[in-house]
């Protein structure tokens, strides 16, 4: 069965060097993102981009950059996506964030006991 939801994205640009406590910061928010039980997160690595300072940032072949942008891409509701953007007000030190109104489509099956 499928359901059609109204729902919010939250897109979150930040470099593939940023940390949180030692450890890489899109992992934190995604991990962040489950703990809190929202709907669900995905990080992407960008292979190329640019941020405010207009550094170009690119992955060669047999030369990595070393902070190529990451996209941290999560979906829920305005109610619970507002709880988690106050961990991400503490956390991102820089990046873009943007939030889109979404219509998400789940696809519900049988719960298995």
């Known amino acids: 069965m499928r359901k059609l939801e109204n729902g919010l994205l939250l897109r979150i640009i930040i470099g593939e060097s940023d940390t949180y406590h030692g450890k890489p910061l899109y992992e934190q928010l995604v991990l962040k993102a ?30 990595l950059s070393e902070d190529l942008p990451i996209v941290i891409e999560v979906v829920d509701t305005e109610e619970h996506l507002e709880e988690f953007l106050k961990f991400v007000d503490e956390v991102v030190k820089e990046g873009i964030i943007t939030i889109e109104k979404v219509k998400v489509l789940k696809y519900v099956g049988r719960k298995v006991s």
């Open 34 to 63: 489950r703990e809190m039980g929202l709907a669900g997160a995905t990080a992407f690595r960008g292979i190329i981009g640019f941020g405010a300072s207009s550094h170009l940032h690119m992955a060669k072949f047999l030369r």
